[in-house]
C-alpha cells in the first residue's frame, strides 16, 4: 500500500522497520554458530576418542607391523581400527567350538578369582543383558509419575524383577524402570514400580536421550513422512528464523 493509497483511505502508512548494521551482523554470527558448532563438537568429541583407543591400543601392536614405524608421520585412528578388527576377531573364534572352549577357560578362570570374579561377573550380566539381539532392555521408553504425584519424569524399561526381588513384592506386576539424571543420563535411579503405573511411549531411545542430554530443550518427534522435511535456518530481515 502506497502512502496516497493510505491517505486515500484515511489509513496511515506502515513504516518498513530496517534494522541497523549490528543486528544484521547478531543475525549472521548466530546463523554461523548455529551451522558450525554441532560440526566443531562432534569432529572435536570423535578426534577425542580415536585418541583415547589409539593411547590404549598402540602399546599393544608390534613396532614391526606398525605403520608408524615405516612412516614419516603419525596415523590417527590406527587404534580403532586395530581394536575393532580385534573385536570381530574374537567374535568370529568365540563362535566355533574350539572358540568357545578357550573363552570357556577364561570365564572359569576369572569366576574363580577373589574380589574378580564379583565385578567380572556384574559386568559380564549387564553386557549381556543390553547387547543381546532379542532382548528389549532400554529399547523401550516410558514415562512415570515419579518423585512425586503430579510430576512426571522419562525412564526406559529394564528386565521385571526376578528372584528374591519378585518374592520380595507384593506381586509379580512389577518392573525395573531406569530414570536418568539431566544432563548426564549414564547416571540415575532404578524404581521397581508395577507395570500400570508406567505408561510406554512411541518415544525412540535416541530421542529420549537427546531429551535428557538437553535438558529438555530437544523433544522428542514424530516420525516424519517422505514429505516432511526439515527446514534449515536462515536469515530473514535480519533475524535467525526456520522457515
Not at 149 to 156: A, D, I, T
Request: charged content about 20%; glycine content about 10%; hydrophobic content about 40%.
Amino acid at each position: 500500500m502506497t502512502t496516497q493509497d493510505s491517505q486515500r483511505d484515511g489509513t496511515s502508512p506502515v513504516p518498513s522497520v530496517r534494522r541497523g548494521f549490528g543486528a544484521r551482523l547478531r543475525a549472521y554470527f548466530l546463523t554461523g554458530l548455529i551451522v558450525t558448532g554441532p560440526v566443531a563438537i562432534t569432529l572435536y568429541i570423535s578426534w577425542w576418542l580415536i585418541n583415547l583407543v589409539d593411547d590404549w591400543v598402540k602399546p599393544l601392536i608390534p613396532r614391526s607391523y606398525s605403520p608408524e614405524s615405516y612412516l614419516p608421520f603419525s596415523v590417527p585412528g590406527l587404534g580403532l581400527v586395530a581394536a575393532f578388527l580385534a573385536i570381530t576377531i574374537i567374535g568370529f573364534l568365540t563362535a566355533n567350538l574350539v572358540g568357545r572352549s578357550i573363552v570357556g577357560v577364561g570365564d572359569r578362570l576369572l569366576n574363580r578369582t577373589p574380589f574378580v570374579r564379583g565385578l567380572y561377573r556384574g559386568v559380564k550380566q549387564i553386557f549381556e543383558t543390553v547387547f543381546k539381539q532379542e532382548g528389549t532392555s532400554f529399547r523401550r521408553v516410558a514415562m512415570i509419575e515419579w518423585p512425586g504425584e503430579g510430576l512426571w519424569s522419562l525412564c526406559f524399561v529394564t528386565e521385571p524383577p526376578q528372584g528374591p526381588l519378585a518374592d520380595a513384592l507384593p506381586d509379580r506386576e512389577h518392573v525395573c524402570v531406569f530414570v536418568p539424571c539431566t544432563p548426564n543420563p549414564t547416571t540415575g535411579y532404578l524404581v521397581m514400580m508395577h507395570r500400570d503405573r508406567v505408561r510406554e511411549i512411541e518415544v525412540s531411545t535416541e530421542d529420549a536421550f537427546k531429551f535428557v542430554m538437553s535438558m529438555g530443550i530437544i523433544q522428542p518427534s514424530a516420525p516424519r513422512g517422505p514429505d516432511q522435511m526439515a527446514v534449515p535456518a536462515v536469515i530473514r530481515n535480519g533475524e535467525v528464523v526456520t522457515g
